[in-house]
T-cell receptor
Framework: DAKTTQPNSMESNEEEPVHLPCNHS???????IHWYRQLPSQGPEYVIH???SNVNNRMASLAIAEDRKSSTLILHRATLRDAAVYYC????????????FGGGTRLMVKP | NAGVTQTPKFQVLKTGQSMTLQCAQD?????MYWYRQDPGMGLRLIYY???????DKGEVPNGYNVSRLNKREFSLRLESAAPSQTSVYFC???????????FGNGTRLTVT
């Protein structure tokens, strides 16, 4: 299975943009890039996913490098509620929805 | 709309005791999953059910059994609990192939 590498933790100021990086140098052509986040004492929550093109939704944007070896989750204006662990996960097409979670990035948001 | 509901929220067991963790979803989803999360770690897949009537092992199935009771419910059973099974257990469901997963808020299990 292709693996992802994320920083253990990051800090951001409230109302500023946040760029959360993810490296996945061994990604294959059929791997989708998924992002989930886990708020304290809650189950993970889906954020966004993409294959090749950049993606936007109401929660965030996903920027995928042209060679697909890295991606960046962008929160346009961080709020205190965005403090969570963010997981970047590769999901290959034949795996359906069987997500494999790594350690993720703990995002801390300062008021 | 409750989404994914897990019961109980907390449980303390002694080594060797058995229990069943319950999970129900009201989104008419085909697939359901059980994950465990140890302190400071990511989630690991225990078992999953791609559709009603089928179950398959995930990454860490030893010591667990599952039952897909119907389309709504997917239970996880510990026959003889061990301290190594102290963890937070999350149930999830999804409607379609490659669709996002919806998670419950977890059952916090301590085995002494």
């Amino acid at each position: 299975d292709a693996k992802t590498t994320q920083p253990n933790s990051m800090e951001s100021n409230e109302e500023e943009p946040v760029h959360l990086p993810c490296n996945h140098s061994t990604i294959s052509g059929t791997d989708y890039i998924h992002w989930y986040r886990q708020l304290p004492s809650q189950g993970p929550e889906y954020v966004i996913h993409g294959l090749t093109s950049n993606v936007n939704n109401r929660m965030a944007s996903l920027a995928i490098a042209e060679d697909r070896k890295s991606s960046t989750l962008i929160l346009h204006r961080a709020t205190l509620r965005d403090a969570a662990v963010y997981y970047c996960i590769l999901l290959y097409n034949n795996a359906g929805n069987m997500l494999t979670f790594g350690g993720g990035t703990r995002l801390m948001v300062k008021p | 709309n409750a989404g994914v509901t897990q019961t109980p929220k907390f449980q303390v067991l002694k080594t060797g005791q058995s229990m069943t963790l319950q999970c129900a979803q009201d989104m008419n989803h085909n697939s359901m999953y059980w994950y465990r999360q140890d302190p400071g770690m990511g989630l690991r897949l225990i078992y999953y059910s791609a559709s009603e009537g089928t179950t398959d092992k995930g990454e860490v199935p030893n010591g667990y059994n599952v039952s897909r009771l119907n389309k709504r419910e997917f239970s996880l059973r510990l026959e003889s609990a061990a301290p190594s099974q102290t963890s937070v257990y999350f149930c999830a469901s999804s409607g379609q192939w490659m669709a996002p997963l919806h998670f419950g808020n977890g059952t916090r299990l301590t085995v002494t």
